[in-house]
């Protein structure tokens, strides 16, 4: 249904101090609130004339009549009608000013709506948006929020010339890059983003395979389906193989159990994005890995939400099980890439996204089909390397260790016990489909990409561990690093041209340039960390990228 013609809608002018307006009260099919307003700002109320409401389906001579006569509109309102189902109704507001000859004036207008809730196509529950913690969710606050816009307009304006003001006057950046750098922010907005208030716990479809009492509050509110009931009843211990960071040189246990409390400075709520337009999954984490320095450098509070929403994800399983004989069966899941069944989420995976608008966001996550991305290899490094990066961000804030610290651990852990040579220590691609971001494309063994990420993660956790006061940790990812650091280097290092191989297989693309190879060291350089391999090493590949994906590649763009 074409809700400007359903009927019941009704037009009011309002005035709120300097500011007057008229405030449109939508109908909508499914009853949510939905308000718009126009406004001006003026000192003198006799300048700004109304028109309260007018039949869009006419001329508008009753609008533009007197306007284009005298500058002003009739001021006809105080009506209080409401519209008939097949009427679609508008409204319009004026200022009139004087202008001296030869000066100038302008007059700012501000267009509002409020639409305070959200709904997604499989969710049982509304959410909030964010800006309701401000100015409420009755659905009544577009007027309000156009006031707000007319008031601080150009105290804005202000912040943002001060906040783009030394990039723009730095003579050392180009001006495409200054271009580029702003205005491709634009997609936090416009990228299909959506930021509420909180999330209230839902009857989700995974359960925890640790310890219900082991994990964050959250998450065990979250994993609750029958409340405090099925809160008391725990559930298997965390499938992950010993390692050797898991006992202390008297074998005493010292691995901590996921982390007990999850708290933030700053509640800011949950923010969403999609992918694109053409691929409908929000967060993508293998892309967000490296979008998110837009939000880590300008909005760290919210990058670090983002954070750890996937980390509630990480212990949880879409598979129930064995005794939760109740338990609905997982729908079917079926894999494109072979046509094969499969499990959507897997325990201590990371997933590829948080899901979807036509399901239920935060609730079913992965929605991405092609492969499973329970195996691939450069997830949970990802995850790793953003946690690192948000906390160097952050100061080093101990509070953010203390929430994400230990999924990490268990995400390193994991990947060592199943997809890493253990004398190398260095983590392998299986070769036999593509198991990381890059879903076109194979690779085997030792990578360039993958390899990378993963020096870089041991380098990064030797700092966690060393800053969380983990010292036995701390040991063993530095034996992890040398040995995978000497493991990278002699398998895929080309002296002749100078750069690290795609991989150590004999394939004809395994002599392959890719640029990737630079993901783990940049990360390394962004957050202060020492470099893995020695610093000529990577220069020179650096340049070879350059020289070859970039230059060697035409005009079109730079090559992967």
Same mark, same amino acid.
């Given at each position: 249904?074409?809700?400007?013609?359903?009927?019941?809608?009704?037009?009011?002018?309002?005035? /709120?101090?300097?500011?007057?307006?008229?405030?449109?009260?939508?109908?909508?099919?499914?009853?949510?609130?939905?308000?718009?307003?126009?406004?001006?700002?003026?000192?003198?109320?006799?300048?700004?004339?109304?028109?309260?409401?007018?039949?869009?389906?006419?001329?508008?001579?009753?609008? #533009?009549?007197?306007?284009?006569?005298?500058?002003?509109?009739?001021?006809? #309102?105080?009506?209080?009608?409401?519209?008939?189902?097949?009427?679609?109704?508008?409204?319009?507001?004026?200022?009139?000013?004087?202008?001296?000859?030869?000066?100038?004036?302008?007059?700012?207008?501000?267009l509002a709506w409020d639409a305070p809730v959200v709904k997604f196509g499989l969710s049982s529950h509304?959410?909030?948006?964010?800006?309701?913690?401000?100015?409420?969710?009755?659905?009544?606050?577009?007027?309000?929020?156009?006031?707000?816009?007319?008031?601080?307009?150009?105290?804005?304006?202000?912040?943002? /010339?001060?906040?783009?003001?030394?990039?723009?006057?730095?003579?050392?950046?180009?001006?495409?890059?200054?271009?580029?750098?702003?205005?491709?922010?634009?997609?936090?907005?416009?990228?299909?983003?959506?930021?509420?208030?909180?999330?209230?716990?839902?009857?989700?479809?995974?359960?925890?395979?640790?310890?219900?009492?082991?994990?964050?509050?959250?998450?065990?509110?979250?994993?609750?389906r029958e409340g405090a009931a099925r809160e008391e009843t725990p559930v298997a211990e965390p499938d992950?193989?010993?390692?050797?960071?898991?006992? /202390?040189?008297?074998?005493?246990?010292?691995?901590?159990?996921?982390?007990?409390?999850?708290?933030?400075?700053?509640?800011?709520?949950?923010?969403?994005?999609?992918?694109?337009?053409?691929?409908?999954?929000?967060?993508?984490?293998?892309?967000?890995?490296?979008?998110?320095?837009?939000?880590?450098?300008?909005?760290?509070?919210?990058?670090?939400?983002?954070?750890?929403?996937?980390?509630?994800?990480?212990?949880?399983?879409?598979?129930?099980?064995?005794?939760?004989?109740?338990?609905?069966?997982?729908?079917?899941?079926?894999?494109?890439?072979?046509?094969?069944?499969?499990?959507?989420?897997?325990?201590?995976?990371?997933?590829?996204?948080?899901?979807?608008?036509?399901?239920?966001?935060?609730?079913?996550?992965?929605?991405?089909?092609?492969?499973?991305?329970?195996?691939?290899?450069?997830?949970?490094?990802?995850?790793?390397?953003?946690?690192?990066?948000?906390?160097?961000?952050?100061?080093?804030?101990?509070?953010?260790?203390?929430?994400?610290?230990?999924?990490?651990?268990?995400?390193?852990?994991?990947?060592?016990?199943?997809?890493?040579?253990?004398?190398?220590?260095?983590?392998?691609?299986?070769?036999?489909?593509?198991?990381?971001?890059?879903?076109? #494309?194979?690779?085997?063994?030792?990578?360039?990409?993958?390899?990378?990420? #993963?020096?870089?993660?041991?380098?990064?956790?030797?700092?966690?561990?060393?800053?969380?006061?983990?010292?036995?940790?701390?040991?063993?990812?530095?034996?992890?690093?040398?040995?995978?650091?000497?493991?990278?280097?002699?398998?895929?290092?080309?002296?002749?041209?100078?750069?690290?191989?795609?991989?150590?297989?004999?394939?004809?693309?395994?002599?392959?340039?890719?640029?990737?190879?630079?993901?783990?060291?940049?990360?390394?350089?962004?957050?202060?960390?020492?470099?893995?391999?020695?610093?000529?090493?990577?220069?020179?590949?650096?340049?070879?990228?350059?020289?070859?994906?970039?230059?060697?590649?035409?005009?079109?763009?730079?090559?992967?």
């Amino acid at each position: 249904i074409n809700a400007e013609y359903m009927g019941g809608h009704k037009n009011a002018v309002f005035h /709120d101090g300097r500011v007057h307006g008229v405030r449109l009260l939508h109908s909508t099919p499914n009853r949510d609130p939905l308000t718009f307003a126009i406004a001006t700002m003026s000192s003198n109320p006799e300048r700004v004339t109304f028109h309260e409401r007018f039949l869009t389906s006419g001329n508008g001579s009753e609008i #533009w009549g007197p306007f284009s006569e005298h500058g002003r509109l009739a001021n006809q #309102w105080g009506v209080n009608a409401v519209s008939r189902a097949g009427e679609a109704v508008g409204a319009a507001i004026a200022q009139s000013v004087t202008v001296p000859a030869g000066a100038c004036s302008s007059v700012a207008f501000a267009l509002a709506w409020d639409a305070p809730v959200v709904k997604f196509g499989l969710s049982s529950h509304p959410y909030y948006r964010r800006y309701t913690t401000f100015h409420g969710a009755d659905g009544d606050a577009a007027s309000r929020l156009a006031a707000v816009a007319l008031q601080q307009a150009r105290g804005w304006a202000r912040d943002i /010339d001060a906040w783009q003001r030394p990039v723009l006057d730095d003579p050392a950046l180009p001006s495409w890059y200054k271009a580029t750098l702003f205005n491709e922010l634009y997609f936090l907005v416009e990228g299909g983003s959506v930021w509420v208030v909180d999330r209230k716990a839902t009857s989700r479809q995974y359960w925890g395979t640790t310890p219900v009492s082991n994990l964050p509050r959250t998450t065990r509110q979250s994993l609750s389906r029958e409340g405090a009931a099925r809160e008391e009843t725990p559930v298997a211990e965390p499938d992950v193989r010993p390692s050797s960071f898991d006992r /202390d040189t008297q074998g005493r246990s010292v691995s901590p159990p996921f982390c007990t409390h999850y708290r933030t400075e700053e509640n800011v709520g949950h923010f969403l994005y999609l992918e694109g337009m053409e691929y409908l999954m929000f967060n993508t984490y293998d892309v967000h890995f490296y979008a998110s320095f837009a939000l880590a450098c300008n909005w760290p509070a919210i990058e670090l939400s983002i954070q750890r929403d996937f980390s509630e994800t990480i212990a949880e399983s879409s598979v129930p099980p064995p005794d939760a004989a109740d338990a609905p069966q997982p729908s079917k899941w079926c894999f494109l890439d072979n046509g094969n069944p499969g499990v959507r989420k897997r325990h201590l995976a990371v997933p590829h996204d948080l899901g979807c608008p036509t399901e239920a966001p935060w609730d079913k996550v992965n929605i991405y089909c092609i492969h499973d991305t329970a195996n691939w290899k450069d997830l949970p490094l990802k995850f790793v390397l953003a946690t690192y990066r948000d906390y160097d961000l952050s100061g080093r804030s101990r509070s953010v260790l203390a929430d994400l610290y230990t999924y990490c651990l268990h995400l390193m852990q994991h990947a060592f016990a199943n997809h890493c040579d253990k004398g190398a220590c260095i983590v392998l691609n299986d070769g036999t489909h593509p198991d990381q971001t890059y879903d076109a #494309w194979s690779c085997s063994g030792i990578t360039a990409y993958t390899g990378g990420l #993963w020096i870089a993660c041991c380098q990064a956790m030797v700092r966690m561990s060393e800053d969380y006061d983990q010292p036995h940790h701390a040991a063993t990812f530095r034996q992890w690093l040398a040995a995978a650091s000497t493991a990278y280097s002699g398998a895929l290092w080309d002296e002749t041209l100078g750069y690290f191989r795609y991989d150590n297989s004999a394939s004809p693309q395994s002599t392959s340039i890719m640029s990737d190879q630079m993901a783990g060291p940049f990360y390394c350089l962004a957050t202060g960390l020492p470099l893995p391999i020695p610093e000529a090493h990577y220069r020179r590949a650096l340049r070879t990228v350059f020289e070859f994906n970039v230059v060697r590649f035409g005009q079109l763009a730079a090559a992967r």
